[in-house]
């Protein structure tokens, strides 16, 4: 066979695929872009919030609704009782060499007495105790004897006799703390 | 729609009233007026007086002149000494009660109970106790009749069934620190050092917040003779 020959039967061949095979592509650029329309577009957060407020409905539903949380939280606010008091840690500390037991009393905890620690044994004993602010009278109990002048207290009462620290907490002012 | 704008419309109260301005418990632990009113019940005292003391206290929990773990704490104190001297207490703080008085701050400040707790706690007797209370609430009637005369606050009265106001703290504190000056510091009612110590602890109060800055301004206008006045009415029930 020539090559001629050849040529001719291979170009047969090709427009006899192309002609079968067209009959598939009918309608093929419509079904690739229906194809594209159904997958969904990676797009990224903000350009996708960007489209939810420019739908007006949403819009509106979104500055309702934030509206809303504000008058709540404005109501909420003005219809509470009182402030919230600011809790502060406050550290009561005491050096008590060789104490047995070394406790805190005051008008924060109904002049009961809330014991002090002193975990490495150096005998400095501290407690931190988180209270709103106020003036608080108070005194330490050194193996249950009253120890009433904290170097630490801005002021003091004498009562019968006795020493009772002060210590005023909260508004900014310099509070031991821990 | 309606029900996603309600709902953040309560969504709003509630961090509001959450996050803004809520009122924070004394103790998680604190007792209920009925476990306090049962304790009372039990200490043996009359009948007629339980009754009107549990009155007192139970008006003075839901207004805030009173709360139920000092109260309980205190009634566990006097429950240890004589019952004539215990009632004798109770009724100086049923009557402040009934005049509208803040008897308990709760932990975070000096009033009558807490006064009562430190002086237990420093052993001293049921009588001096009795004594202290009584010019303690002197100081008390003193003040307010007196920033009442001077102009200085509204009412001489305050209806016990009312919710605790500033003005309320503001009596409570004068007469407290004039309670502290003339029994505590040994001082007089002469003395120089009287209105600079009632002005400063007045002052201090307003820093930290306790008592509001107009309360500043009644100490600033506070004289001499106010002051001496309060003492003299403390002192002289009579002339009150």
């Known amino acids: 066979m020539r090559w001629d020959e050849v040529d001719e039967l291979l170009r047969a061949a090709l427009t006899k695929e192309v002609e079968e095979?067209?009959?598939g592509l009918a309608g093929l650029e419509e079904r690739?872009?229906?194809e594209l329309a159904r997958r969904p577009v990676r797009r990224s957060f903000w350009e996708r919030v960007r489209e939810f407020l420019s739908r007006p409905t949403p819009r509106w539903a979104l500055v309702g609704a934030l509206a809303a949380l504000l008058l709540g939280f404005a109501l909420g606010r003005l219809t509470a009782p009182s402030p919230v008091p600011q809790w502060s840690p406050n550290l009561f500390v005491i050096a008590a060499p060789g104490a047995k037991s070394v406790a805190v009393v005051g008008d924060f905890s109904a002049w009961q007495p809330i014991p002090l620690s002193d975990p490495d044994g150096d005998g400095i004993w501290s407690a931190s105790i988180p209270l709103p602010p106020g003036r608080y009278e108070y005194a330490f109990l050194v193996d249950g004897k009253w120890v009433g002048q904290d170097p630490l207290a801005e002021e003091y009462l004498r009562t019968f006799g006795e020493y009772v620290s002060v210590r005023y907490i909260g508004g900014g002012r310099a509070n031991p703390s821990s | 729609m309606r029900t996603l704008l309600l709902s953040f419309l309560v969504l709003g109260l509630w961090v509001g009233l959450v996050f803004g301005e809520s009122v924070l418990p004394l103790s998680a632990q604190a007792p209920s007026p009925a476990e306090v009113l049962n304790y009372?019940?039990?200490?043996g005292f009359s009948q007629e007086f339980t009754a009107a003391l549990s009155a007192a206290l139970l008006v003075g929990f839901q207004t805030g002149r009173a709360t139920t773990t000092v109260t309980l704490l205190l009634l566990q104190d006097l429950a240890k000494i004589p019952k004539d001297q215990a009632e004798q207490t109770l009724e100086i703080l049923r009557y402040a009660l009934s005049q509208g008085f803040i008897v308990d701050t709760g932990l975070t400040g000096s009033s009558m109970m807490n006064?009562?707790?430190k002086l237990l706690a420093l052993g001293r007797s049921g009588e001096e106790i009795t004594r202290v209370?009584?010019?303690r609430l002197g100081f008390l009637l003193a003040t307010r009749s007196i920033l009442t005369r001077y102009g200085l606050i509204l009412g001489s009265t305050t209806s016990p069934d009312a919710?605790?106001?500033?003005?309320?703290?503001?009596?409570?504190?004068?007469?407290w620190a004039c309670g502290?000056?003339?029994l505590w510091e040994g001082g007089g009612p002469s003395d120089p050092r009287f209105l600079p110590f009632v002005q400063e602890r007045l002052n201090?109060?307003?820093i930290v917040g306790v008592l509001p800055a107009e309360a500043g301004k009644i100490g600033a206008a506070l004289t001499p003779e106010a002051l001496q006045e309060i003492v003299r009415l403390a002192f002289q029930p009579e002339r009150r």
């Open chain 1, 21 to 23: 095979g067209a009959k």
């Open chain 1, 32 to 34: 690739v872009i229906r």
């Open chain 2, 40 to 43: 009372l019940a039990e200490m």
């Open chain 2, 115 to 117: 006064e009562v707790r």
């Open chain 2, 133 to 135: 209370l009584s010019l």
């Open chain 2, 163 to 175: 919710p605790v106001t500033s003005t309320d703290r503001l009596v409570l504190e004068l007469a």
């Open chain 2, 180 to 182: 502290d000056f003339i």
């Open chain 2, 204 to 206: 201090r109060l307003c």
